[in-house]
């Protein structure tokens, strides 16, 4: 049976906002269970989780899971990370207003929104261009104009806007790079995952003190391999 299409439209209308509700109602829960629930407090950051829509960040297909706290998959043997790990590297870094953040390692650009709620300017690379084209369209429709990406090897850093005040690298890297650290400002603060490749990294918060860098470990994580790009 085909409905006239001002009927189509009338559902269409009316089905919209309570699917957003839907989503709404699953990111408040989230935020309670997995982000406050497990010792998250900073308010801008429970803010920030409160406002980004995970769901247009995931395959549409999984949608539905975008507010349960585990990572998902993002196409080309990428994920998304779990939201409370999200949480916490944002949370340590002490982001506000007035801040210039780096990333390193865009993916679907969730980290990026989370961090553009809080700071001033968010600058982000990843080095797989179809992932670095699509989050850059998404975070432009979704309005967030204080992301820049740039597509590329983040183990250079992004030179031209250096130094900045926080650094967050979102794949597990095998050393510190030292264009990152350089990057830095003195006293700012880098969150990286640093072990060996396909094992358990050792998340760690890195201040730079005097030019060098002062390390802290914070937990045992799992992310996606730091690659690099082949030289030339
Ligand atoms: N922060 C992302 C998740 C990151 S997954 C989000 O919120 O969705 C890790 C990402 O780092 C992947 O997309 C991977 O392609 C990228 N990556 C790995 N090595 C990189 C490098 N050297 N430079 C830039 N990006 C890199």
């Given at each position: 049976?085909?409905?006239?299409?001002?009927?189509?439209?009338?559902?269409?209308?009316?089905?919209?906002?309570?699917?957003?509700?839907?989503?709404?109602?699953?990111?408040e829960k989230m935020?309670?269970?997995?982000?406050?629930?497990?010792?998250?407090?900073?308010?801008?950051?429970?803010?920030?989780?409160?406002?980004?829509?995970?769901?247009?960040?995931?395959?549409?297909?999984?949608?539905?899971?975008?507010?349960?706290?585990?990572?998902?998959?993002?196409?080309?043997?990428?994920?998304?990370s779990q939201p409370?790990?999200?949480?916490?590297?944002?949370?340590?870094?002490?982001?506000?207003?007035?801040?210039?953040?780096?990333?390193?390692?865009?993916?679907?650009?969730?980290?990026?929104?989370?961090?553009?709620?809080?700071?001033?300017?968010?600058?982000?690379?990843?080095?797989?261009?179809?992932?670095?084209?699509?989050?850059?369209?998404?975070?432009?429709?979704?309005?967030?104009?204080?992301?820049?990406?740039?597509?590329?090897?983040?183990y250079k850093g992004?030179?031209?806007?250096?130094?900045?005040?926080?650094?967050?690298?979102?794949?597990?890297?095998?050393?510190?790079?030292?264009?990152?650290?350089?990057?830095?400002?003195?006293?700012?603060?880098?969150?990286?995952?640093?072990?060996?490749?396909?094992?358990?990294?050792?998340?760690?918060?890195?201040?730079?003190?005097?030019?060098?860098?002062?390390?802290?470990?914070?937990?045992?994580?799992?992310?996606?391999?730091?690659?690099?790009?082949?030289?030339?």
């Amino acid at each position: 049976m085909l409905l006239p299409a001002p009927i189509l439209l009338l559902l269409l209308l009316l089905t919209f906002p309570v699917q957003e509700d839907i989503y709404k109602e699953k990111r408040e829960k989230m935020v309670e269970r997995h982000i406050k629930g497990r010792g998250i407090s900073d308010k801008a950051v429970l803010k920030a989780m409160r406002t980004v829509k995970r769901h247009l960040f995931v395959p549409q297909a999984l949608a539905a899971e975008a507010y349960n706290d585990h990572p998902l998959p993002i196409g080309h043997d990428q994920t998304i990370s779990q939201p409370y790990i999200v949480a916490y590297m944002t949370e340590v870094l002490e982001p506000k207003p007035q801040m210039k953040v780096l990333e390193i390692g865009t993916g679907s650009g969730y980290q990026a929104a989370v961090l553009a709620e809080i700071v001033k300017e968010v600058y982000t690379i990843e080095i797989v261009p179809e992932h670095g084209r699509a989050a850059a369209e998404r975070l432009k429709k979704l309005g967030y104009d204080n992301v820049h990406v740039k597509v590329g090897d983040g183990y250079k850093g992004w030179k031209e806007h250096a130094p900045y005040d926080a650094i967050i690298v979102t794949a597990g890297a095998e050393a510190v790079p030292p264009p990152l650290l350089e990057q830095l400002k003195e006293g700012g603060s880098m969150v990286i995952p640093v072990g060996p490749q396909n094992q358990t990294q050792s998340l760690q918060l890195i201040e730079k003190k005097k030019g060098k860098a002062v390390t802290k470990d914070l937990l045992p994580v799992v992310f996606v391999p730091f690659t690099r790009e082949k030289e030339e």
